[in-house]
């Protein structure tokens, strides 16, 4: 329980260290833009304060129009987006101020109960034991009278090879208490996986994921291309069909690294700083962006083995 609660204490400071990183960089991408605009509405007054801007062969930097449709201009709507924009800046400010003078507040739920495991104990738990299909739990002596020395229950088996329990090693049993429903989880260190492939040096596939597409490449040990390809995506589709396609690229490129015996190798990218600044980039690059599997694609591959 006192690991539990430190780790849920430590997840909340980073998370609220996360939060306030994101928020100073929305914050400086709204400055950014605010002394770009400023700028700009600064030099287009200037230009048009003289009398014969009319003649100017340089032109103005913010050439003025207006939408008959709509009835207003450019320079009014973009010193309204200025207004919002500074709105905007001081949410942002107070939001930071409040979050780094405000203290942490974690609530541990009651309702759980964690039994730890050992590695030199039969099955990896002394108290509680799992055969792979029944779960004994040791009742505490004081309680033996009503229950008896054991409570025993069935639960679903580990089928799948990722979440195969070993027969040696630790295995720490979690019951919490969800939808009126009492629910077992089992932490335990997986057994080694047997490497399919060869080393690198012996060459490996590349991988580079694009919004619209998946290129890869393999080289052989000199670096030495030998086939490259393009795995096409396709972009705005729900998430379901989303997904599966994705799953549908990473089992190409399963089958291409089993056929050649190589590794995958991609590169590791961060677009914490371009999120940060979507409201400024427009519409179009947002939806691009957001819209852009790239964390759930490199999720898949774990998975692999």
């Known amino acids: 329980m006192i690991s539990n609660a430190l780790g849920l204490v430590d997840s909340a400071a980073e998370c609220r260290a996360n939060q306030i990183k994101t928020l ?59 207004h919002n924009k500074r709105r905007r800046r001081y949410q942002l400010t107070k939001q930071i101020e409040h979050l ?40 505490p002596s004081f309680l033996e009278s009503s229950f008896g020395k054991y409570v025993s229950s069935q639960i679903g088996n580990f089928d799948r090879n990722i979440n195969r329990l070993p027969e040696t090693g630790a295995k720490t049993w979690h019951f919490y208490r969800k939808n009126d429903k009492w629910c077992v989880a089992v932490q335990f260190t997986p057994s080694p996986v047997k490497p399919v492939s060869r080393s690198s040096s012996y060459g490996c596939i590349g991988i580079d994921m694009n919004p619209g597409s998946i290129g890869w490449a393999y080289c052989d040990g000199d670096g030495n291309l030998k086939a490259h390809g ?11 069909k989303q997904d599966a396609q994705i799953v549908d690229a990473c089992l190409q490129l399963a089958t291409l690294a089993a056929t050649t015996k190589s590794p995958v190798v991609c590169e590791e990218l961060d677009f914490s700083t371009k999120k940060e600044e979507l409201r ?11 819209s852009w599997a790239y964390s759930r694609f490199y999720e898949l591959p774990k998975n692999w083995v």
């Open 24 to 82: 100073t960089g929305k914050l400086k991408s709204i400055e950014k833009w605010i002394t770009k605009t400023e700028k700009k509405l600064k030099n287009a007054s200037l230009f048009y304060a003289k009398k014969n801007w009319r003649n100017s062969k340089t032109g103005c930097c913010f050439p003025l129009s207006c939408s008959l449709q709509f009835r207003s201009t450019n320079w009014g709507n973009l010193r309204f987006q200025l």
């Open 100 to 139: 780094t003078a405000a203290p942490l507040r974690v609530k541990v739920p009651r309702h759980q109960v964690f039994i730890v495991g050992s590695k030199d104990e039969t099955k990896g738990n002394q108290i509680c034991q799992w055969d792979g299909n029944e779960l004994k739990f040791r009742v």
């Open 230 to 240: 393009q795995i096409p995506l396709q972009m705005g589709l729900p998430e379901g």
């Open 280 to 290: 400024e980039r427009g519409r179009k690059y947002a939806r691009m962006l957001s």
